[in-house]
């Protein structure tokens, strides 16, 4: 099998309902964001960020290829099938769980912070803010055209990834610098 298929050769492409569409379309917007924190992610496990938070983020990163899928599947016929490309109720709950558990570490949030600190802390930052940016690009197809999960489970996210940031940094000793 070749990685090119050259049917993206005119500027389309598929979407796993069969339809073709502009790869300017807002629903491919959308799934590359997640594509593109997804990556991040990736970028930020090669700074060993630590042993949990590196399985955090590989079991993240699993989610946000389910995620994609989803974006991608506007006719909701691929979770129907695939186990691994569905999100529930059960996996923000984990977010949640994981953004509980980090904060306890944590001193009490009492201004903004500066982005920055360690490498992996800073990139997490960054993470964060693609993060957002992909959650826009899914409320902007509209709230009947995105499992209301999906919207969830990326907006704990980016929080999750805020605190995370805020835990690889502590546990380096960095401390954080208040706007």
């Given at each position: ?29 959308a799934?590359?964001?997640v ?6 992610l ?7 960020p ?36 569905a ?16 904060e ?14 360690t ?24 709230v ?7 919207i ?10 805020f ?16 706007w």
């Amino acid at each position: 099998m070749r990685i090119y298929t050259k049917t993206g050769d005119r500027g389309d492409t598929g979407l796993f309902d069969g339809t073709r569409v502009s790869k300017a379309d807002p629903r491919v917007e959308a799934y590359g964001g997640v594509d593109e924190l997804n990556a991040w992610l990736g970028v930020i496990r090669s700074a060993e960020p630590g042993p949990d938070v590196d399985a955090l983020l590989m079991r993240i990163q699993r989610d946000l290829f389910a995620l994609g899928a989803m974006l991608a599947d506007p006719a909701h016929k691929i979770a129907s099938r695939v186990d691994k490309a569905a999100l529930d109720e059960d996996d923000v709950t984990r977010l949640e769980k994981a953004i509980d558990l980090f904060e306890a570490e944590l001193p009490a949030l009492r201004r903004f912070i500066l982005a920055g600190g360690t490498q992996a802390g800073a990139q997490l930052h960054l993470a964060r803010t693609v993060c957002r940016r992909a959650e826009r690009h899914m409320v902007a197809l509209g709230v009947d055209s995105v499992d209301l999960v999906a919207i969830t489970y990326i907006n704990r996210l980016s929080d999750l990834l805020f605190v995370i940031a805020r835990v690889v940094n502590h546990r380096a000793g960095v401390p954080e610098v208040e706007w």
